[in-house]
C-alpha cells in the first residue's frame, strides 16, 4: 500500500514534478545572479522611507510606482521621455542607478516553472505537481523507516543496489528542502487560484481620498518618516495634479492610503493570516531575500531527478519479470514448490538454481513468488520457502501477502516444508522473517523436512549446504552451486606476502595486490569492504575483507588456508607476479564510522586484518581500541609491527592482544572481561563496537559485552539496533 502510494504518484507525475524542480533550480541561481549583476545597495539599518521618497520625487519628472523587491532592491516606475520606464534606484537616497532590466530569461523562466505558458490551467498542473512532490516525500520517508526498521536507524548507512543506495542518500540530503519547496509551491498556487485567502498582495485598496490642501513635503510626512525601509513593499504615487488622489502604500503589515496634504493613514487594512502566510510560503519558496539560502534550496531540487532516476531504476528492477524459470511446471501438478520471498531479487536467483537442479534429477517443480501462495498444491509433497529478511524483521515485498494467505491454504496432508531464510547477520533481526514463516507453516501442520536453514549475505556455500542436506532427505543427490550474476571484473597482480601460523598447521597469509598492467587502475574501495574471488576452476566467488582503501595504494587481504578449500589453498600459493580476478563488493556497513566517537576494534586470526586496514585510515582525534587474538606471538600475530606503529601515529589509542597457545593463555573475549571498566567508560561516549572474525569468536564477544554492558543497562541487541555493534562474521 505505502509502496504504492509512492510508485504510482511518480510514473503518473514524475516527469511533471522533475520539471518543476530543475527550472526551479535554475530558477534559485536568480538571486545570486542578479546580485552580481547589479550589486544593489544595502539600506543602512536607519534609513527611512521619507528620504527615499523624497529622493525619488527630486530625482524623477513623473514617479508613478516604487517597488522594494523581496532581495532589497528598490525599483522606482516612472514615465520617461519615452513612455514608462523602470530605474533601480539607491535605496538611501532615491537616486538613479541606471535602467531596470530584469533578466528576460528568468521572467520567461518563472512564467514556465509557474504556469507552463498555460494559464490556469498550467498554474492547476504546477499546483497539483507540488502536491505530488509532498505525498512521494511523506510516502518516501515512511518507506524509509519501514525497510530500515525504526526511525532510529534512519541515518545509517544505507542498503541495497546502486540505484537503491542513491535514492536513499539523494532522498535524506534533500527531504527537508523539498518539503518546504512543495508545500510553499502548494500553498501559493491555491491561494493564486482562489481555493485559499485572498489573491496575492497586488492590491485591492479601500476608496480613500486626500484631503485636498496643498501637498506636504514628503520628508515631513508622519507616515513616511516612521516607516522602516525593510517593511516598505510598494508606493504609488498621487496622480500629478489631483489634490484629491492619494498616495497607495503597501507594508509589510497591509495595505493603506497616505492624504497627500497631512501625511497622515486614511485608511489601513491589516493583512489577513493568509495574506501573511502568502509573504511567508513566497519567501520561503522564492529564496529571494538571500541568495545563499535560494542556492541551498536550488540544490535539494537538483536531487529530485536524481531521485525521479534512481527511483525509475528501481522500481523497473522490481517489476522486471523476476527471473525467467526455465521449465516452470504447473502448480497442480507439482511434487516439489519452491516459494520465493524477495525485495532486491538475488533470492530469485537461487530460487532458479535449485528448480534447475531439480528438474534435472527428473522431478516436476513449480516456482513461483510467496505472494502467489495457492489455495492448495494438490500433487506437492515438498514445500520449500526462500524467503529474505527487510527492515526490522519484516517479509520483502514478494512475500507481504503471505501471511496474511496462509489461513486460507489447505495443506495437503503429508506436505513436508522447509525454510531458508537469507538476510545479512549484522542486522539485529537476522532472518527473522524466515523465522515467522517457518513456525507458520509448523502451526499450519507442515511437517518440517529440515529446521530453519539462514544464508548470511547470499552465501553460496551456505546455500549448497543446505541442498545437500535437502536432497539426502529426499533420496538425491543434490549440490546446488548457485552462481550470482557477477558485476565487471578486474584482474589484480600479487606483489608481496607475508606468512603466519606454521607452527600450528594452520597456515595465514596477508596478501597484497597492486592493479595488474593494463587495467584501469585500482578499484574505489575502503577498508571493512569485500573483494569476491574468483579461483581457476570456479565461477563462484568466495568473500574476503578488504584490509586496505584505495588511498593505501594496494589491495590486502589475509587469508587462511582451508583444508581441501579450493580459493584459500590457490590464494595461499601465490607469489608476486601472479594475478587473480575479482570484484569489489561495497560493505558500508563495515566501515571505519564517521564523526570522533570511540571505536573498540576486536578481531582474531585473519579477522583482524580488516581492523588494522580501518586504524590505517583513522585519525587521532578518534580514540580507537584494538583488542586481537591469535594463538601464539610467535608464529601468527598477523600484523604485530605495524600494530605498533599505529599506536606510535596516533592511529590506535591502545592495542591488547590475546594468546591462546601460551602458558596462562586467553582469548579476546577474556580480554574484554579484564577490561570491562574502561569499555563501559568507552561505551558511555557512544563508542562504536566493531567484531571480525569467525562465529565462535564472535559468539564468545557478545557473551562478554553482554555482561559487559549490564551495568550500564544496555544490551547487544541495544546496541545493535543504534548501529553501534556491528560484526563481520564468517
Ligand atoms: C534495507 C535492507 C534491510 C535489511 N534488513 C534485514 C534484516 O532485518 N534482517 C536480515 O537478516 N537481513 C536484512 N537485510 C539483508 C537482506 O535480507 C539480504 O541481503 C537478502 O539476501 C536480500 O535478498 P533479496 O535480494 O532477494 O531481497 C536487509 C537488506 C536491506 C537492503
Excluded at 155 to 176: C, D, I, N
Aim: one cysteine or more; proline letters at 5%; charged letters at 20%.
Amino acid at each position: 500500500m505505502l509502496r504504492s502510494l509512492h510508485t504510482w504518484p511518480t510514473l503518473l507525475a514524475g516527469v511533471l514534478v522533475t520539471f518543476m524542480a530543475v527550472t526551479g533550480s535554475v530558477l534559485s541561481l536568480e538571486p545570486a545572479v542578479s546580485r552580481l549583476a547589479s550589486p544593489a545597495p544595502v539600506a543602512a539599518a536607519e534609513s527611512s522611507v521619507a528620504e527615499l521618497v523624497a529622493g525619488v520625487a527630486a530625482g524623477f519628472t513623473e514617479p508613478q510606482r516604487l517597488v522594494q523587491k523581496a532581495g532589497g532592491e528598490v525599483i522606482v516606475y516612472h514615465a520617461g521621455e519615452t513612455g514608462m520606464a523602470a530605474d533601480l534606484v539607491d535605496p538611501t537616497t532615491g537616486a538613479s542607478l541606471g535602467a531596470y532590466e530584469p533578466s528576460p530569461f528568468f521572467l520567461t523562466l518563472t512564467e514556465l516553472h509557474r504556469s507552463l505558458f498555460a494559464g490556469e490551467a498550467g498554474r492547476i498542473a504546477t499546483g497539483t505537481g507540488a502536491a505530488v512532490m509532498i505525498l512521494l516525500s511523506v510516502g518516501g520517508l515512511l518507506l524509509l523507516v519501514k525497510r530500515s526498521g525504526s526511525w532510529k536507524r534512519l541515518l545509517k548507512p544505507s542498503q541495497g543496489t546502486f540505484a537503491q543506495r542513491l535514492h536513499v542518500e539523494a532522498g535524506r540530503f534533500a527531504l527537508a528542502g523539498i518539503v518546504l519547496l512543495a508545500v510553499s509551491g502548494l500553498f501559493m498556487s491555491m491561494t493564486t487560484l482562489g481555493l485559499v485567502g485572498a489573491p496575492a498582495l497586488d492590491g485591492f485598496m479601500t476608496f480613500a481620498e486626500s484631503s485636498g490642501g496643498p501637498a506636504m513635503a514628503v520628508t515631513e510626512m508622519p507616515v513616511l518618516k516612521d516607516l522602516g525601509l525593510a517593511d516598505l513593499r510598494e508606493l504609488t504615487f498621487p496622480a500629478k495634479g489631483d489634490p484629491y488622489d492619494v498616495f497607495s502604500l503597501t507594508t509589510a503589515a497591509g495595505t493603506g492610503s497616505i492624504d497627500q496634504a497631512t501625511g497622515e493613514l486614511v485608511a489601513f487594512t491589516q493583512n489577513t493570516p493568509a495574506q501573511s502566510l502568502y509573504q511567508l510560503a513566497f519567501t520561503l519558496h522564492t529564496g529571494q531575500d538571500t541568495w545563499a539560502y535560494a542556492l541551498v534550496l536550488g540544490w535539494a531540487g537538483l536531487c529530485v531527478p536524481v531521485l525521479f532516476v534512481s527511483g525509475l531504476a528501481t522500481w523497473a528492477a522490481r517489476i522486471r519479470k523476476p527471473v525467467r524459470i526455465a521449465g516452470n511446471d504447473p502448480a497442480a501438478r507439482a511434487e516439489t514448490v519452491i516459494l520465493v520471498g524477495s525485495e532486491g531479487n538475488t533470492t530469485w536467483g537461487f530460487a532458479r538454481s535449485l528448480h534447475a537442479a531439480l528438474k534435472a534429477e527428473g522431478q516436476c517443480v513449480h516456482t513461483a513468488a510467496m505472494n502467489d501462495l495457492a489455495k492448495s498444491y494438490p500433487a506437492a509433497k515438498r514445500l520449500i520457502v526462500l524467503a529474505a529478511t527487510y527492515g526490522d524483521g519484516d517479509a520483502p515485498a514478494s512475500a507481504c501477502r503471505f501471511l496474511a494467505r496462509l489461513p486460507a491454504f489447505k495443506a495437503a496432508p503429508g506436505l513436508a516444508g522447509s525454510v531458508v531464510g537469507f538476510g545479512d547477520r549484522s542486522f539485529p533481526a537476522f532472518c527473522a522473517y524466515a523465522g515467522d514463516v517457518e513456525k507458520a507453516l509448523k502451526d499450519k501442520g507442515l511437517d518440517p523436512l529440515l529446521e530453519l536453514a539462514t544464508v548470511d549475505r547470499q552465501s553460496t556455500q551456505q546455500f549448497a549446504a543446505w541442498s545437500r542436506a535437502f536432497g539426502q532427505t529426499i533420496g538425491i543427490d543434490l549440490d546446488v552451486a548457485h552462481k550470482a550474476e557477477l558485476p565487471e571484473l578486474s584482474d589484480f597482480e600479487c606483489v608481496s606476502r607475508r606468512d603466519y601460523g606454521q607452527a600450528y598447521q594452520t597456515p595465514k597469509s596477508v596478501l597484497r595486490f597492486r592493479a595488474a598492467a593494463g587495467t584501469k587502475g585500482l578499484p574505489a574501495f575502503r577498508a571493512g569492504d569485500l573483494i569476491g574471488i574468483l579461483p581457476a576452476g570456479s565461477d563462484v566467488p568466495r568473500f574476503y575483507s578488504l584490509a586496505s582503501s584505495t588511498a593505501d595504494g594496494y589491495l590486502e587481504i589475509a587469508v587462511s588456508k582451508q583444508p581441501g578449500g579450493l580459493c584459500s589453498n590457490q590464494l595461499c600459493d601465490l607469489i608476486p607476479g601472479d594475478r587473480i580476478t575479482g570484484f569489489i563488493k561495497g560493505n558500508s556497513r563495515f566501515n571505519l564510522p564517521d564523526g570522533k566517537a570511540p571505536l573498540i576494534l576486536i578481531g582474531a586470526g585473519t579477522g583482524v586484518a580488516p581492523l588494522v586496514g580501518m586504524a590505517r585510515g583513522n585519525r587521532p582525534q578518534k580514540a580507537a581500541y584494538l583488542f586481537a587474538g591469535s594463538r601464539d606471538p610467535g608464529s601468527d600475530l598477523l600484523y604485530g609491527e605495524e600494530i605498533e606503529a599505529l599506536i606510535g601515529e596516533g592511529r590506535l589509542q591502545r592495542a591488547r592482544l590475546s594468546f591462546s597457545r601460551v602458558p596462562d593463555g586467553a582469548y579476546v573475549q577474556d580480554a574484554l572481561r579484564a577490561e570491562a571498566g574502561e569499555l563501559r567508560r568507552i561505551v558511555e561516549k557512544g563508542a562504536h563496537i566493531m567484531i571480525c572474525g569467525g562465529r565462535g569468536m564472535a559468539d564468545g564477544v557478545r557473551d562478554a559485552f553482554e555482561d559487559v554492558l549490564a551495568p550500564l543497562g544496555l544490551t547487544v541487541t541495544k546496541l545493535k539496533a543504534d548501529g553501534r555493534y556491528l560484526e563481520d562474521v564468517y
